[in-house]
C-alpha cells in the first residue's frame, strides 16, 4: 500500500505563490509517476501536472508558465510550485500516484485564491 500526505496549501491573493507539497511512504519502489490534480466546486478532477520516474512532465494549458512541478526521487516527494495564481486556480488540490498499473491519492489540500 502506498500512502500520500499532502501539505501547502491555504488562502493566497491573486498573482501570489503556493507551493504544494506530497510525501508518500509505504511500498513506493517501481513508481511510474508523481503528479496533481485538482476539484473545483462543481467540476470534475483535472489533471494540474506530472512528472514520471525519467523526468517527463506534462502540464494542463491553463498552468503552463506559471506551475511548475519537480520530484525528490529518492525521499519520494513532489511538488508543486503556483505562482501568479488566479480566482480560477481555486479547488482542492490532490497529489497522485501511479505504480504498477495502480493509482493512489492523498486526501486533498485546498487552495482558495481570492482578494
Do not use: H
Amino acid at each position: 500500500q502506498v500512502q500520500l500526505v499532502e501539505s501547502g496549501g491555504g488562502l493566497v491573493q491573486p498573482g501570489g505563490s503556493l507551493r504544494l507539497s506530497c510525501a508518500a511512504s509505504g511500498t513506493t519502489f517501481s513508481i511510474y509517476s508523481m503528479g496533481w490534480y485538482r476539484q473545483a466546486p462543481g467540476k470534475q478532477r483535472e489533471l494540474v501536472a506530472t512528472t514520471t520516474n525519467g523526468g517527463t512532465t506534462n502540464y494542463a494549458d491553463s498552468v503552463k508558465d506559471r506551475f511548475t512541478i519537480s520530484r525528490n526521487n529518492a525521499m519520494n516527494v513532489v511538488y508543486l510550485q503556483m505562482n501568479n495564481l488566479k480566482p480560477e486556480d481555486t479547488a482542492v488540490y490532490y497529489c497522485n500516484l501511479n505504480r504498477r498499473g495502480s493509482e493512489y491519492w492523498g486526501q486533498g489540500t485546498q487552495v482558495t485564491v481570492s482578494s
